[in-house]
């Protein structure tokens, strides 16, 4: 049969995760509504996140390449965190023809909002960019210790 073709596309996100058919209809649905150069419909991008606990301080990574210090916005309130930033694309231009994406090239606007368990000292908070990598650190708001003191009662 030299005539039948078969056309194979990767899909990378399911090799190591068990059938799901809802996720299979969202696939389905993406192919149907693909535009003519093959590039599925997409969310906006969100960096990769990681939180840690710490005694003194909750940490949170965020994987953000290609993007500058001044890119950031980062804003606190009680236990929440609230961090925008702007990415930029790393190839770009009119003569420019995608022949495969899976969103390292991202660009744009994103924002995430993480709440803490506790509440953070916002006067302290420190963030750090290198290496494609942000990194905010919370100092936790330290509880006030119970103060003892003595109150002298007067009869009348």
């Known amino acids: 049969m030299a005539g039948n073709r078969i056309a194979l596309r990767h ?3 399911f090799e190591l995760t068990p059938w799901n058919p809802w996720r299979e209809m969202d696939y389905l649905f993406n192919r149907f509504f693909e535009s003519p150069t093959g590039g599925e419909l997409r969310q906006a991008w969100q960096p990769t996140l990681d939180a840690y606990d710490t005694p003194e301080a909750f940490v949170l ?3 953000v390449p290609g993007a500058e210090e001044a890119a ?6 009680g236990s929440t965190v609230a961090v ?25 606007e994103f924002s995430f909002r993480y709440d803490f368990p506790a509440d953070i000292d916002a006067a302290s908070v420190k963030a750090t960019y290198r290496s494609g990598i942000l990194e905010i650190r919370l100092p936790k708001v330290q509880p006030t210790q119970p103060q003892s003191i003595k109150v002298e009662v007067q009869t009348e």
Request: glycine residues 10%; positive net charge.
């Open 61 to 63: 990574l965020a994987v």
């Open 11 to 13: 899909r990378p996100q």
């Open 72 to 77: 950031f916005d980062v804003q606190v309130s």
């Open 84 to 108: 925008s930033g702007r990415r930029k694309a790393w190839i770009e231009g009119e003569n420019v023809t995608t022949l495969f994406s899976n969103g390292a090239n991202v660009s744009g």
